[in-house]
């Protein structure tokens, strides 16, 4: 049996209940979901403001490399059933959920927390979406720290 | 001559002012080729050169890749989505 695998990359408000329904199972007993969110306040490193944040991406590459974050959990988790992995783009204003991953498994104790926390950490390495931030001072790209390798 | 498709995103779409760009490149071109040539072609390039992610068809390429006839070439910062 093939395990469900959801990727898709949206204009559209993120919805948790109906990924969660796609990739849940008759099987599945356990789901970890990630949520990235849109911080008005950030006061880690240099505290500043948030207005709104600017998402776009690279559509066909980066849905063909959210299926490669996905391909990687299953080969390291092999427990893990059902994937999903969404990212919102356009302007996104403070307190809206930016991106869902979602991994299902039988039970908990299957490294299910590891592979969503992997999941989203693997997008933001290589999956070519970038946000500009809009703060009262200005505006600018955030840009990554991530160089990946050739064919990686 | 091969002319090239390049996409571009982020910061150098702004750098730039366009979203696409084309380009002939000599055949068997490589990355660091590209990059030489846009460099020289947008000075305004020159001091982001070494973080500039060069996609070709889609897939991370390094220096040495080769640039196929006809590839789709993208261009754009480290990623920073999530």
Redesign the interface.
């Known amino acids: 049996m093939e395990f469900p695998t959801v990727i898709s990359i949206t204009e559209d408000v993120l919805d948790l209940d109906a990924l969660l329904a796609q990739v849940t199972l008759d099987s599945t007993g356990a789901a970890a979901v990630f949520t990235?969110m849109v911080r008005k306040v950030t006061a880690r490193g240099e505290a500043h403001e948030t207005l709104y944040l600017e998402?776009?991406?690279?559509q066909?590459?980066?849905e063909?490399k959210m299926r490669q974050v996905a391909d990687e959990i299953r080969s390291r988790w092999p427990a893990v059933e059902g994937i999903g992995i969404v990212?919102r783009v356009g302007r996104l204003h403070p307190q809206t959920p930016?991106?869902l991953i979602a991994c299902t498994a039988a039970h908990r104790d299957t490294g299910v927390f590891e592979a969503a926390r992997y999941g989203?950490d693997r997008?933001?390495?290589?999956?070519?979406?970038?946000?500009?931030e809009v703060s009262p001072q200005g505006e600018f790209?955030?840009?990554?720290?991530?160089?990946?390798?050739?064919?990686? | 001559m091969n002319r090239i498709q390049i996409?571009l995103?982020?910061?150098l779409r702004?750098t730039l002012g366009t979203r696409r760009l084309q380009l002939d490149l000599p055949a068997e071109a490589t990355v660091a080729g590209l990059k030489d040539l846009l460099v020289a072609t947008y000075p305004q390039l020159s001091p982001s050169r070494n973080?500039i992610?060069v996609?070709v068809n889609?897939?991370?390429?390094?220096d040495d890749?080769p640039i196929p006839s006809g590839a789709e070439i993208?261009l754009?910062?480290?990623?920073?989505?999530?």
Not at chain 1, 123 to 130: A, C, G, S, Y
């Open positions: 990235g998402y776009e991406a690279y066909p590459m980066a063909a990212q930016t991106v989203i997008l933001k390495e290589i999956v070519p979406v970038w946000k500009k790209w955030v840009e990554g720290d991530y160089i990946p390798k050739p064919g990686e | 996409l995103f982020a910061t702004d973080s992610m996609a889609q897939e991370y390429a390094g890749s993208a754009f910062p480290p990623v920073s989505g999530g």
